[in-house]
């Protein structure tokens, strides 16, 4: 990042020393005002992302936003290594830069959208009274340029207090980051602090976020002619809707647990008594101990069956994991509300029923590294067509990185 005042320099006088003096006197009135003289700058590059489809899966509007990120970075100063995010189409792109202290931070978004090729030359950004639209503004476009613009700031401050600050943007979160997890997780585990720059819909931080798994419940019967010996059969259908209903609450409403039975499949011909029958169901939790508790749970209620001489199994396929709350989420969250407030705001800290790559940065019962999720742009209409970005929030949440990764380089351990 900026130039280190060396033996050398200051021997001479040379100007680094001012400079850095300079630096430590901007007040948080002074470092807002930063922030919004950079506003212009930050839509430019929003711009930029906006009006390139990066859905993901599309190879070369992805290459096309990975180069460009890759030479913001170099630009920073930072030093920038790929890598294929496969089976994911595009690149991981990590930007190191090092300062002079000891605490590392890693800020990480997504650059892959939900929409399909097209959609950026059908609908391309525009502002437009106090918003800005266009496919991905804010999920999480607006988040990436958020990154930039709040490293550039740090850069004008002419601040390099941190030990290691390390940039991920990962082309494949919107199918479940399966190229980019474990790099996540690595990452994660070498920092102090991660920042994740999904978009939250007030101005707010978010605390804790919802694991996502998939339960898969198989019936299996026999079949006979459903006409002239169906007592001969064994209706996996019919044994599918009785495990249903004893399956339905499976949800822990206290804990924030919710299993929803979305996909059923049973039988092919009408005149056939099914030998299988399937289901599937969406469950969203935050306590990590609740995996096993409702595959227990399921496993415990399977095993009544209406219908002899069917065989029902469950099994509990393991998706995105929560961020759990935990004492480092929240103490990030105090610092953001204490430095919102140096600037007469307010910012909420939030749990959200998304699951987000925070989830795979966060280590359960582990101290390190503390996670905190939607540190980007305020919007809202996401996966939508009328996803936009609130104007007004650009300037207090640049100004938020900026003081957070300030406060946190220079705070006790
Ligand atoms: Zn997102």
């Known amino acids: 990042m900026p130039i280190r005042c060396s033996t050398l320099a200051t021997v001479m006088g040379l100007a680094c020393l001012p400079l850095i003096s300079f630096a430590a006197e901007l007040t948080p009135a002074q470092r807002l005002d930063s922030a919004r003289a950079e506003q212009a700058a930050y ?11 990066t859905g993901t899966g599309q190879a070369p509007g ?5 180069q460009l990120l890759v030479q913001r970075l170099e630009a920073l100063g930072a030093e920038v290594r790929t890598q294929s995010a496969s ?12 300062g002079t202290g000891s605490r ?12 399909l090729p097209g ?5 391309p ?6 918003r800005a639209y266009g496919p991905g503004v804010a999920d999480a476009k ?4 958020m990154i930039l613009h709040a490293l550039k700031l740090l850069q004008d401050e002419r601040f390099d207090g941190f030990g290691t600050v390390t940039v991920l943007f990962n082309p494949d979160e919107e199918t479940g980051s399966s190229g980019s997890k474990a790099l996540i997780a690595e990452l994660a585990r070498e920092h102090d602090y991660v920042f994740s720059y999904e978009p939250p819909d007030t101005d707010a931080v978010t605390v804790a976020t919802n694991g996502i798994n998939a339960l898969l419940l198989q019936v299996k019967g026999k079949s006979s002619h459903a006409g002239s010996a169906p007592e001969a059969g064994r209706n996996a259908a019919m044994e599918l809707a009785h495990q249903l209903l004893q399956l339905k609450d499976l949800g822990d409403p206290g804990k924030g647990t919710t299993v929803n039975w979305t996909m059923l499949r049973a039988g092919d011909k009408r005149n056939i008594i099914p030998d299988s029958a399937t289901a599937e169901a969406d469950m969203r939790y935050s306590d990590p101990s609740e995996s096993e508790r409702v595959l227990a749970d399921a496993q415990r209620l399977i095993r009544q069956p209406l ?11 393991k998706g995105r994991p929560p961020l759990a709350k935990n004492a480092g989420s929240q103490s990030l969250a105090d610092t953001a509300q204490a430095l919102y407030g140096q600037i007469d705001r307010r910012i909420e800290a939030i749990a959200m029923r998304f699951g987000t790559d925070a989830g795979y940065a966060y280590v359960p019962g582990s101290a390190r590294p503390a996670v905190l999720e939607t540190l980007g742009v305020v919007g809202a209409g996401l996966h939508a067509e009328n996803e936009y970005i609130e104007l007004s929030s650009i300037a207090p949440r640049l100004y938020l990185s900026v003081a957070m990764i300030r406060q946190l380089s220079t705070a006790a351990p």
Do not use: C, W
Not at 62 to 66: D, E, F, G, M
Not at 87 to 98: E, L
Not at 307 to 317: A, K
């Open 62 to 66: 992805l290459k096309t936003v990975s």
């Open 142 to 145: 607006g988040g990436v340029a």
């Open 43 to 53: 839509l430019q590059t929003l711009k930029q992302l906006v009006d390139v489809d």
């Open 125 to 130: 950004f525009r502002v437009e009274g106090e």
């Open 307 to 317: 219908i002899d001489g069917t065989e029902t199994q469950v099994r509990l396929d």
């Open 87 to 98: 089976p994911s189409a595009g690149d991981n792109i990590v930007g190191t830069f090092k």
């Open 119 to 123: 959609t950026a030359a059908k609908r």
């Open 104 to 115: 590392s931070f890693l800020l990480m978004v997504h650059y892959d959208t939900v929409f």
